[in-house]
């Protein structure tokens, strides 16, 4: 399955947004952004938490997996901070375009550039 950068940057947004009892799961990750499937979600949350920016359970069920998130990690917030600005993420985006890599270390690297360089100036 193709990663969506847009969709791991946004269910980042949205576990943040989350209270501290709120159940996430990609059905309700879903609600709140219909602009995804729910394998994307789910696909972006596994990757997340795989990356060491989420908590999460997976499930898997025949023709059918899921994820529950418990939470942000130290790490994940980090990270969301570093693209959370629109127009560093535009930048990110287009950086990491140009050299083909939209792996979440290089992702996280280009952001550090990014706003190395905004506040060099």
Known sequence: MKLNQD????VLLQVEAAGLSDYI???TLHSQLPQYTEDEICYACYMLGDAGYLDIQ????IRKSSVEVRGMTYKGHGFL???RDESVWK?????AKKIGAFALPVLADIAKEVI???LTG
Do not use: G, T
């Open 7 to 10: 969709c791991l940057r946004d």
């Open 25 to 27: 799961s990609e059905e």
């Open 58 to 61: 997976k499930e898997h069920y």
């Open 81 to 83: 901070e570093q693209i």
């Open 91 to 95: 930048k990110v985006k287009e950086k």
């Open 116 to 118: 190395a360089a905004q």
